[in-house]
């Protein structure tokens, strides 16, 4: 599967140019609208919120891009398959009706809100790598998680990023203490300090 990540702030992009310096994808520093005019990508993704509330930022983008009817039909598949409210951090996959297109929906809030647990942004990535595979997408343009409503450090972002897609390039064959261990995400050291005296 190809994937391309994309972001258009250059500070945000140099973090994700080095996390995934070493990675088999490619890296865009760009707005979604200057990308999709010039790539085909068979599958895109809206980080938006639980409620399918795609009118600003990137998921403004995707709607100014592909029509209303995409905002649409992600609510309609909301308030059918997840009784209107879709947990942060899973996926699901629709038709874009568009060019031929995917959309994979991954809620990284509930509402636009600041993340407390940038180890969420972990789990998005992973849920949508996983959609794609299942549903045997061929080439994905993914957004940085989390990094603009959700006023997580891009090299937090990039690094939570970077752990899903690592973990998705070795899936083992048992899992055990050892696994989990070697696998867990921890929480970092700016947020354990920030959450010291609540937990």
């Given at each position: 599967?190809?994937?391309?990540?994309?972001?258009?702030?250059?500070?945000?992009?140099?973090?994700?140019?080095?996390?995934?310096?070493?990675?088999?994808?490619?890296?865009?520093?760009?707005?979604?609208?200057?990308f999709i005019r010039e790539t085909y990508v068979q599958c895109v993704v809206s980080p938006a919120n639980s409620f399918g509330l795609m009118d600003g930022g990137y998921d403004g983008a995707l709607t100014k891009w592909y029509g209303d009817q995409l905002q649409q039909r992600v609510?309609?598949?909301?308030i059918e398959n997840f009784y209107g409210e879709q947990?942060?951090?899973?996926?699901f996959i629709i038709e874009a009706n568009k060019?031929?297109?995917y959309l994979i929906h991954t809620p990284t809030m509930q509402t636009p809100q600041m993340i407390e647990d940038p180890r969420v942004i972990y789990?998005?990535?992973r849920s949508t790598l996983i959609e794609a595979k299942k549903n045997g997408i061929e080439s994905i343009l993914i957004p940085m998680f989390g990094g603009s409503t959700g006023f997580v450090l891009p090299e937090?972002?990039?690094?939570?990023?970077?752990?899903a897609y690592k973990q998705m390039q070795s899936i083992p064959?048992?899992?055990?203490?050892e696994y989990a261990k070697k696998t867990e995400v921890p929480l970092p050291k700016l947020?354990?300090?920030r959450y010291r005296f609540r937990y």
């Open positions: 599967m190809k994937i391309y990540l994309i972001e258009a702030d250059s500070d945000k992009f140099s973090c994700l140019k080095e996390a995934f310096a070493q990675e088999d994808v490619e890296l865009v520093n760009c707005y979604f609208e200057d609510q309609k598949y909301i947990p942060v951090g899973t996926s060019d031929n297109q789990q998005c990535m937090v972002v990039a690094d939570m990023m970077l752990r064959k048992k899992l055990d203490w947020f354990r300090q």
